[in-house]
């Protein structure tokens, strides 16, 4: 079942049971492309207004940081740019 990522759900990979421990099995198609072995640590999220959760690598979850902090530095520049421009165009 082969599925394009597309949209905010990205792929599904079938589905699964929570056991009696609360534990549940992530599928092997999943793990293999996501690259998740025995030991790798997840992050949960609630999404979809309680009603499902997100798994998130906690490695990804800190390159995210840094591809967001960097955006965000850019962002600044670019404010403080259009700002002096501002003020030197209400300056003439």
């Given at each position: ?14 589905s699964t ?44 979850v ?9 955006r ?8 403080r ?12």
């Amino acid at each position: 079942m082969e599925q394009e990522h597309k949209g905010p759900m990205g792929k599904c990979f079938g589905s699964t049971t929570v056991g009696p421990r609360g534990q549940l099995v992530i599928p092997v198609e999943a793990r293999k492309e996501m690259d998740i072995d025995v030991g790798t640590k997840l992050l949960v999220f609630s999404h979809f207004r309680g009603r499902g959760l997100v798994l998130v690598k906690v490695d990804a979850v800190g390159e995210l940081l840094n591809i967001m902090s960097r955006r965000l530095d850019e962002f600044a520049k670019l404010l403080r740019e259009a700002e002096a421009a501002h003020i030197e165009n209400e300056g003439n």
